[in-house]
């Protein structure tokens, strides 16, 4: 990827609802810029290439992968924050992480030791354990999607490469970084979270010594390398030599799950828990039912005992960011900005020991709203959606947008000083609208008013909706 620039002529200043400050670099998939959210707050744009664009089946491809991506534990991930692959450019937005890359910092300083050394792997391994517990493998982790901010590493790009499969090939464009893809990746076989192992594993010896175990004056010679020649870890320190040995086999069953390599660095494997073999690892994600019991199964098969391992271990190794890790199970914070459809998150896995006060009870919509209601959603950038809300007596109400394809609920939280009831919107089917969001609704004259603000937030939003909806058959 190119290094950060000003911005150039061709370059928006804004993409979608987010303000477009400088590039921070370009490369395969496309561009990187940072800017800026409606509350001023730093994020990473990508700018996609226009092939995902082009093609529907991989636009789609992608949509769901990036609602996968969103319930990845945040914790030394660059979080994902929104998408919109059906704009003109496709983009997605994840969090902005102040830091270089690994890659830029050792050609800059040079290669990590000691201390600093073992808190990457840690970091890492954590991060690619949380990327295959939510049943996705990263498929492209390489130094410079490793980024070194204040508070540790953080692991970005996680899934994308495996959208972009339906547009390249080894022999066209290859998906991943050669010096750093496993053996199956470059033989176009199945492609599993061994693969990610086997990534890290040469990830880490860049780390230790500034070079890739498979490095080679060209392209052939390194795939060579990775498919039938012995890596070179020497300068690797042990114990993390022997272990990065074993994630560097050809074959992917020979390689320890990525939760092995985090708890043998964590100082805690339990023999127990070991599952070398590829079928007890997260399955690469496909679409249907069977593909969506894959990452629950992996999270049975993880284990209180391995969770709470990890709690106390990482608290020590990597700070006091382990805690949000833990609780924060969907990988998204309640409002957050996403464009997934799909709301399912892991279960809590920190016990709660403290009861809290009952909360009051939120107002009902009244009797005299029940019915559906129909009208178009008015976008502040100028879109326009139909949208139908289902109201029956309660605190509930159905909310579609037909042309969008997307479906949710929306839950009365409170009713303010004006009598306007406050809804939050929470989307369940679909990946084309952003997950959460905040409404008001005022009713009179047999209309309803909703004003729409996403992600909860009013103050500085540069992006907002509103709608007037009228009862249907009346």
Not at 88 to 110: F, K, W
Not at 127 to 150: Q, S, W, Y
Not at 400 to 406: D, M, R
Request: charged share 20%; glycine share 12%; hydrophobic share 40%.
């Amino acid at each position: 990827m190119t290094a950060p620039s000003a911005l150039r002529g061709g370059d928006p200043t804004f993409i979608g609802p987010y303000r477009i400050v400088r590039r921070l670099g370009a490369g395969g998939q496309g561009i990187v810029y940072l800017g800026t959210d409606g509350a001023g707050a730093p994020v990473a744009v990508k700018v996609l290439r226009p092939e995902i664009a082009a093609d529907e089946t991989t636009r789609s491809r992608f949509a769901r992968e990036v609602a996968v991506a969103q319930r990845v534990a945040s914790f030394c991930t660059a979080q994902f924050l929104a998408a919109d692959l059906w704009s003109d450019p496709p983009y997605i937005v994840t969090e902005y992480v102040d830091g270089p890359s690994l890659q830029e910092e050792v050609a800059r300083n040079g290669p990590r030791t000691g201390a600093a050394l073992h808190r990457l792997a840690v970091g890492t391994a954590t991060a690619l354990t949380a990327i295959h517990e939510a049943g996705l493998v990263h498929r492209d982790f390489k130094p410079g999607n490793v980024l070194l901010g204040a508070d540790g590493p953080r692991v970005i790009d996680f899934g994308i490469a495996r959208a972009l499969d339906a547009t390249a090939t080894v022999s066209s464009q290859v998906v991943g970084t050669p010096a750093y893809m496993a053996p199956e990746q470059i033989k176009a076989a199945e492609v599993g979270p061994a693969a990610d192992v086997f990534a890290w594993g040469a990830v880490i010896t860049f780390a230790a010594t500034g070079r890739s175990p498979f490095a080679a004056d060209t392209t052939h010679a390194v795939l060579y390398r990775v498919i039938d020649g012995e890596p070179d870890i020497a300068g690797v320190p042990e114990p993390l030599r022997a272990l990065v040995a074993r994630c560097l086999a050809k074959e992917p069953a020979q390689r320890p799950a990525m939760r092995e390599v985090l708890m043998r660095l964590l100082g805690s494997a339990d023999s127990a828990d070991r599952e070398t073999g590829p079928g007890s690892r997260a399955v690469d994600r496909e679409t249907g039912p069977g593909a969506r019991a894959a990452a629950p199964a992996v999270r049975r098969r993880f284990g209180k005992a391995v969770y709470a391992a990890v709690a106390a271990a990482a608290v020590l190794a990597l700070g006091g960011g382990a805690a949000l890790w833990l609780t924060n199970g969907a990988g998204s914070p309640a409002g957050g900005t996403g464009s997934g459809g799909t709301t399912g998150g892991r279960a809590t896995t920190v016990a709660r020991t403290t009861s809290s006060p009952r909360a009051s009870t939120p107002p009902r919509l009244p009797p005299t709203l029940a019915g559906v209601w129909e009208g178009v959603l008015t976008q502040s950038n100028g879109k326009n959606w139909p949208m139908t809300v289902v109201i029956k007596p309660g605190a509930r109400a159905l909310v579609s947008y037909p042309s969008l394809g997307c479906a949710g609920v929306l839950t009365v939280t409170r009713k303010d000083a004006d009598g306007q009831f406050i809804l939050r919107e929470t989307i369940l089917k679909g990946t084309r609208c952003t997950r959460q969001g905040r409404l008001t609704l005022q009713a009179g004259d047999g209309k309803i008013l909703l004003t729409y603000f996403p992600n909860g937030s009013v103050g500085g939003m540069s992006y907002s909706a509103t709608a007037t909806l009228l009862r249907k058959g009346v």
